[in-house]
């Protein structure tokens, strides 16, 4: 007899016919190729949206209780209560230390990108004072490295109870899709694999390690989906290596005997990209990838309505538009692809074709988030309309780009097609075709010149300055170590600092604004 109402749960979806959840899918694909066809998902302009996920720290500024916080509680994971996360209008992630938020989606216009800002800044101002209540912070970031106060990394990723024979992680949000995934028959990969780190554990939170930044784009003509989704794959390589931010893990999880030096010098910029597909990847199935391409919209419903399904959720169809495809939906949300299209709207009028890009780590500041969203919205525009040869490069080449910026960052050989039609390695022609496509897409919305510039010019100097967060931050551990320190200080240091300057700058400033001392 299962001990928990979760554990009853869980057995349910466990339940549930795989076959029958299938042959829902293909149905509903096929509902959604026929509205594509009465061009439904058609829309006058593209437009533009953002997820953005955080995890709570420990807030340097207050107390906790009457005594001040001791070196060791500073900045420390923390578990956000799920009453405090009700309050401030964000949603639960994976782990406990979670938080998400969505913008409402805008049009691609002068007006558009300064509303998904403001709107960002809304929401965090309105979560300051439940966040601050409970003496925490929201941090955006790609890896968290020092665990809560009291526990280790360790601890806090592989605890979990056996509830009558499940596994049950605990500190991973209630969600039944999450649990189901660490009981099938196959269950998913819950491993570390990267330099001088490997763990094995019993669900997926290893996952929860990991934040990101999402843009969104909408197709004005989901016919043309192809063509914006073959400019997406080829933008991901240098997009990753401008915004890569996770080069360490939690200090405990390294193996021993690896000199702080070589830990610094062997990591990879990017560990996020494979945190998110070992942890989830198996032998037998690889959901997390580089994504393929396709040449028809069709092609791409197909794809997500084949994908494997690892756990066939319950499904339940209410009035909203897209709910007459819910069970593709469901699937799709297990559709991990580094970019995937997305089918959706809660209203006819709204239904929506989209490219959703999710190589991008948590960024230092808002000023660096909304950056890579309009450079990658104004470069998608651009390169569409213009038709840039760069959609010849091969798919090879792109992926091969991909990984390269995962492990090196701008120190990444990228390979590009210029509008002439010819490749490059140069990096600084790689950048300035990206940017000035980025400016002309935004300036053909709308954009004038000058709030054009301000947004892309933070991309435009960590060019300038060949820094990235990852390197700031491999920079300001290698200092550190210089300077005497262990390899578990100079990584708590060099995230206490990020941190720090983070608190500062959210809002207002911009990653290479940051010193190094």
Request: hydrophobic share 35%; aromatic share 8%.
């Amino acid at each position: 007899m299962t001990q928990t109402e979760l554990g009853a749960e869980i057995e349910d979806v466990l339940e549930i016919s795989q076959s029958e959840f299938q042959a829902r899918v293909e149905q509903d694909a096929a509902v959604i190729k026929a509205e594509v066809e009465k061009g439904t998902f058609d829309n006058p302009q593209g437009l533009v949206g953002l997820e953005c996920e955080f995890y709570a720290t420990t807030d340097e500024a207050t107390t906790n209780g009457n005594r001040e916080q001791s070196d060791s509680e500073l900045r420390t994971l923390r578990r956000i209560p799920r009453r405090t996360l009700s309050f401030t209008g964000f949603e639960k992630e994976l782990g406990l230390h979670n938080a998400e938020m969505s913008t409402t989606p805008q049009p691609l216009n002068e007006h558009g990108i300064e509303a998904q800002q403001a709107e960002i800044k809304a929401r965090l101002a309105a979560a300051r004072e439940p966040i601050h209540a409970n003496n925490m912070r929201l941090a955006s970031d790609g890896l968290w490295t020092i665990p809560p106060s009291g526990e280790t990394a360790h601890e806090y990723l592989t605890d979990f109870i056996d509830d009558d024979g499940l596994t049950i992680a605990t500190n991973m949000s209630d969600s039944i899709r999450y649990h189901a995934m660490g009981n099938t028959e196959t269950p998913t990969g819950g491993r570390l694999d990267a330099p001088h780190v490997s763990m094995e554990t019993e669900t997926i939170m290893p996952e929860s390690l990991i934040t990101s930044i999402q843009p969104h784009y909408q197709v004005p003509n989901a016919e043309a989906l192809p063509s914006y989704f073959s400019y997406a794959i080829r933008l991901a390589g240098p997009l990753l290596a401008l915004g890569v931010n996770s080069p360490f893990f939690p200090p405990s999880l390294y193996d021993d005997g690896v000199a702080p030096e070589t830990v610094i010098e062997d990591a990879w910029m990017g560990n996020r990209i494979k945190v998110f597909e070992t942890s989830l990847n198996t032998e037998q199935v690889r959901k997390v990838r580089f994504p393929e391409e396709f040449e028809t919209v069709e092609e791409a419903i197909d794809n997500i309505a084949a994908d494997e399904t690892i756990v066939p959720m319950p499904v339940e169809r209410g009035d909203r538009f897209d709910d007459e495809f819910a069970h593709f939906r469901r699937k799709h949300g297990t559709y991990w692809r580094w970019i995937r299209p997305v089918f959706g709207g809660a209203k006819r009028s709204s239904a929506n074709a989209r490219i959703e890009f999710r190589p991008l780590a948590g960024q230092p500041t808002l000023r660096d988030t909304i950056a890579f969203q309009a450079v990658f919205a104004g470069a998608l525009e651009h390169f569409h309309s213009a038709q840039h040869p760069v959609r010849r490069l091969k798919w090879e080449t792109a992926r091969d780009n991909f990984y390269a910026a995962m492990r090196d960052g701008l120190d990444a050989d990228l390979t590009w097609m210029t509008a002439n039609g010819r490749l490059t390695t140069d990096l600084e022609a790689i950048y300035e075709e990206l940017f000035s496509a980025a400016e002309g897409g935004l300036q053909a919305q709308g954009l004038g010149d000058e709030q054009v510039r301000q947004y892309i010019s933070p991309l435009r100097d960590r060019i300038r300055t060949r820094r990235t967060p990852a390197q700031w931050k491999q920079q300001m551990a290698s200092t550190r170590v210089s300077d005497g320190a262990d390899l578990r200080q100079a990584i708590v240091d060099t995230q206490r600092a990020y941190l720090e300057r983070q608190a500062e700058t959210f809002l207002s400033g911009q990653l290479t604004d940051w010193s190094l001392s």
